[in-house]
T-cell receptor
């Protein structure tokens, strides 16, 4: 079946270091979305990418959608302790309106 | 905008009892809502898609009679865990899909269910 795979599962960084999580889909996606879930919290929508090769920035976060629309990445520059949480990518299922979520990347930042 | 309220946030119940969880879209109408279950350190597992005015669509392996879903209005969906057992203890999260064509989901705060 349709799958969205995300790596790494965990990432531990020192504050100030960069962080990247990668997302790969088994099928071409019409769009890809990124969510952040803080420890003990719920997923919060960050961004949606629609166009092939699209790059969007939100302050220190850079999101990229691959040319083939099958992969995506989230890069955080100079991590801060407020970046701690699990980052999920998600793509629409090719049948119906549900989203297929990646396994998530848990980021911990050591001050 | 796009606020989803989920209640209760935390519930403890005895084995064999039923628990109802409510999910409300506060500032938009949601014809489609989703119910997820999340285990510690794991991703979101979709349980069912809740459609206003029609029967929910359950994912494979999810017991329809165990997890009753009702979407009676454009702003409210409920999940009832019937005859709860300790293995049903989990974090349940609902989401509502945006009204536009972007298919963005807005999540409730989640409900932590502990069955004793």
């Amino acid at each position: 079946g349709q799958q969205v795979m995300q790596i790494p599962q965990y990432q531990h960084v020192q504050e100030g270091e960069d962080f990247t999580t990668y997302c790969n889909s088994s099928t071409t996606l019409s769009n890809i979305q990124w969510y952040k879930q803080r420890p003990g919290g719920h997923p919060v929508f960050l961004i949606q990418l629609v166009k092939s090769g699209e790059v969007k920035k939100q302050k220190r976060l850079t999101f990229q959608f691959g040319e083939a629309k099958k992969n995506s990445s989230l890069h955080i520059t100079a991590t801060q302790t407020t970046d701690v949480g699990t980052y999920f990518c998600a793509g629409p299922h090719n049948q119906g309106g549900k989203l297929i979520f990646g396994q998530g990347t848990e980021l911990s930042v050591k001050p | 905008g796009a606020v989803v309220s989920q209640h209760p946030s935390w519930v403890i119940c005895k084995s064999g009892t039923s628990v109802k969880i409510e999910c409300r879209s506060l500032d938009f109408q949601a014809t489609t809502m989703f119910w997820y279950r999340q285990f510690p350190k794991q991703s979101l597992m979709l349980m069912a898609t809740s459609n206003e005015g029609s029967k929910a669509t359950y994912e494979q392996g999810v017991e329809k009679d165990k997890f009753l879903i009702n979407h009676a209005s454009l702003t409210l969906s409920t999940l009832t865990v019937t005859s709860a057992h300790p293995e049903d203890s989990s974090f349940y999260i609902c989401s509502a899909r945006s009204q536009d064509s972007k298919n963005i989901q807005y999540f409730g705060a989640g409900t932590r269910l502990s069955v004793l």
